[in-house]
């Protein structure tokens, strides 16, 4: 019998002692052996829970059990949650999180005391929640160079653009609706400013290149800024706006970013909706894959903690070749990558049109009614072109009392 214990009984840690409970036969199965949960570690205690009896309040009698050789880590955020994951590594138990904060920020260094110690450091549910994504990466894909990680990774955001888009309501609207339904926090930030896309696109990334990846080189957009408006032309395109994290690997060159893009119906990640996640990962030989699922919640997210728990009894004595060496892979400058973008102009007049064609060609423009304005497609160039030319463009409408650019969203139509 293997004993596990579960750290933070909130949505994800409640969900592993629920699925523990009803799936045993199926995971004593696939395990080889019962996986039994000794001990959960909370501030608060549940009286009248299933674990009430395993609650304890020090993390001591975790790391010093040595009956206990896995542990999940469902606290979230980074303090204790790292220092715990850590002593947990050292103390030779195996650890499985759900936390992308953690291993964004310290996983290069929590694998390498895994793989000193022979146990595992296992994330499955830190991506994409229910989604596999990890295991594809380092087991399917494992034969193939990868040229592409494209993302919906944030349920939230996701949620809130599909409301925007089929209910043609503002990005206010829509995030209190969010909240209304208990999708977004309180605090969105993290969310709609693209954070904790961010978090998984670089684990993503470090997966797919086999080296490290700081998150803050990772250039990040959330979508506060996408309007109602926006909506009403990605309409008119036959098109909508999607929060992507991304990553395009060209040999050392890496371009990774956060950013929302207008895609049309033919993209494979335009049916992506709701809370829904999907991650397209293109490799050299296999071509397209699409992965697509429930990214949040508690019982598909505890699902993916679950397989990782199986996996980690499966190789109790050996450590999995996962994740990324030390070495620091080095993320290209944004204004190095090249897109199509989705241009709004004020004013929609002869003279603004004019100056459209003088500066970035030839553009098929669209209207809508009642607005003031105008909005175009540009042809694909760097964003350093794309800057240099909408300063160019803004300085020219405003000598003529215009604003110039209202809004640039970038494009793969
Ligand atoms: N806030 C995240 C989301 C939770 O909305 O996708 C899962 O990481």
């Not at 089929?166 to 209304?180: C, I, M, N, T």
């Not at 989705?342 to 459209?356: A, L, Q, T």
Request: net charge negative; charged share 25%.
């Amino acid at each position: 019998m293997i004993h596990a214990a579960v750290m933070g009984y909130g949505t994800i840690g409640s969900g592993v002692a629920e699925i523990l409970d009803r799936n045993s036969v199926q995971i004593t199965e696939a395990a080889g052996e019962e996986v039994a949960l000794k001990y959960v570690l909370d501030l608060r205690d549940f009286p009248g829970s299933p674990v009430e009896d395993k609650i304890v309040h020090d993390f001591s009698v975790i790391e010093q059990d040595a009956d206990v050789s896995v542990v999940v880590e469902a606290m979230g955020g980074l303090n204790p949650a790292y220092p715990f994951v850590k002593a947990c590594l050292m103390a030779g138990k195996h650890v499985v999180t759900s936390n992308k904060a953690l291993v964004a920020a310290h996983g290069t260094e929590l694998l390498a005391i895994a793989r000193e110690h022979q146990v595992n450091f296992l994330f499955e549910a830190s991506v994409g929640g229910g989604i596999p994504i990890i295991r594809p990466l380092y087991r399917c894909l494992k034969g193939e160079v990868i040229e592409e990680i494209t993302g919906i990774l944030n349920g939230t955001t996701n949620y809130i653009l599909t409301r925007m888009d089929r209910a043609g309501v503002s990005f206010e609207a829509a995030l209190k609706e969010a909240q209304d339904m208990g999708y977004a926090e309180r605090n969105p930030e993290a969310d709609v400013e693209g954070h904790d896309t961010c978090r998984k696109i670089a684990i993503l990334t470090a997966m797919a290149t086999g080296k490290e990846v700081n998150y803050e080189d990772i250039y990040t957009e959330g979508i506060t800024r996408i309007t109602d408006v926006d909506f009403q032309y990605a309409e008119k395109l036959g098109a909508s706006v999607k929060l992507f994290g991304s990553s395009r690997i060209d040999g050392e060159q890496v371009h990774a970013w956060v950013a929302p893009v207008m895609i049309g119906r033919d993209h494979v990640l335009y049916s992506v909706s709701d809370v829904f996640n999907g991650v397209m990962v293109k490799g050299n030989m296999v071509g397209t894959t699409m992965f697509y699922g429930s990214g949040a919640g508690k019982l598909p997210t505890a699902s993916a903690v679950v397989a990782d728990i199986i996996a980690a009894v499966r190789h109790k004595n050996m450590n999995i070749a996962i994740g990324w060496s030390e070495e620091r892979q080095t993320i290209a400058p944004m204004d190095t990558s090249s897109y199509r973008y989705f241009v709004r102009v004020d004013g929609n007049c002869e003279e603004n049109r004019s100056r459209v064609e003088a500066v970035f060609g030839k553009a098929e423009l669209t209207v809508l009614d009642g607005l003031d304005e105008f909005a175009f497609v540009t042809e694909k160039m760097t964003e350093a072109a794309f800057k240099e030319k909408a300063v160019e463009f803004d300085s020219a409408c405003q000598a003529f009392g215009k604003k110039g650019i209202l809004q640039m969203i970038r494009a793969e139509l």
